[in-house]
């Protein structure tokens, strides 16, 4: 009876009830009309949606993202000088005047915390500008503050918009090029950030916080029922993929 409840929610995806539409408009197309471009058209976008919403598709892109990490995990218990954690977006509820940290965000700065305590670092660099009241960065720091870091131990970097920026200006921190850094950020979002940060420091050692890949769980069926969880999984994984390369194109320029 569990299995035939999680079918019937997941089945109430508005990601799935589009693709039934969808299933549904392009038959109505073939038996209405002769239009053959336009039921093509039609079946074309239902495999592409169908694809990039059901958990086998986003799980093998994200595994090619983060497979470096997943193979090689890296000890969080290693001596570090600085954490430094990446943010992930901040947005803000302005009837309750008030700014949140993306569940990204939060993640990173969890584990970056964790970290922080454990190595017996200097100072927790929290970096990221945004676009609200306060910036990303000042929020990662007042949460930290919140779960027990102290103030002088907090650095802020709130210039930089995105992974090469992050990497400039916490350059412009440190004068010492050998420090050890322990660089936080999500899996797949972390080679991009591994390879700018190292064009600067010798020593930096990456510690994932999260991961888009997970191992296949629950019915065969329901990892095949489309899902809007998983195509905003593969909206974040393409975005990285383009991110790569365009950052590997301004490298060879």
């Known amino acids: 009876m569990n299995e035939i409840y999680d079918v019937l929610r997941a089945l109430v995806d508005p990601i799935c009830i589009i693709f039934i539409l969808l299933v549904i408009s392009f038959f109505a197309v073939l038996r209405s009309s002769r239009k053959k471009n336009g039921a093509l058209l039609l079946l074309l976008a239902i495999v592409l949606l169908y694809g990039f919403s059901i958990g086998p598709v986003p799980n093998y892109l994200s595994r090619k993202l983060e497979k470096d990490y997943i193979q090689n995990p890296v000890s969080s218990k290693k001596p570090l000088d600085v954490v430094v954690v990446l943010s992930g977006g901040i947005y803000e509820i302005q009837a309750l005047s008030e700014t949140f940290p993306a569940p990204e965000t939060s993640a990173r700065l969890l584990a970056a915390i964790r970290v922080f305590k454990s190595s017996n670092a200097r100072y927790l660099v929290c970096s990221g500008k945004g676009d609200r009241n306060i910036s990303e960065a000042a929020l990662m ?25 992050h990497a400039v200006e916490f350059d412009k921190m440190f004068a010492d090029k050998n420090i050890r850094i322990g660089l936080v950020t999500g899996a797949y979002h972390m080679k991009r950030s591994e390879i700018e940060f190292r064009k600067y420091f010798k020593n930096v050692t990456t510690l994932p916080s999260n991961y888009l890949y997970s191992s296949p769980s629950g019915t065969v069926a329901l990892r095949y029922i489309p899902q809007s969880g998983r195509l905003f999984d593969n909206t974040l994984v393409l975005k990285e993929f383009v991110g790569r390369l365009w950052y590997s194109i301004k490298s060879g320029v």
Do not use: P
Request: proline share 0%; aromatic share 4%; net charge negative.
């Open 141 to 165: 720091a007042r949460m930290a503050e919140d779960l027990g870091v102290a103030k002088e131990k907090i650095r802020l970097d709130e210039k930089s918009e995105n992974t090469y920026q």
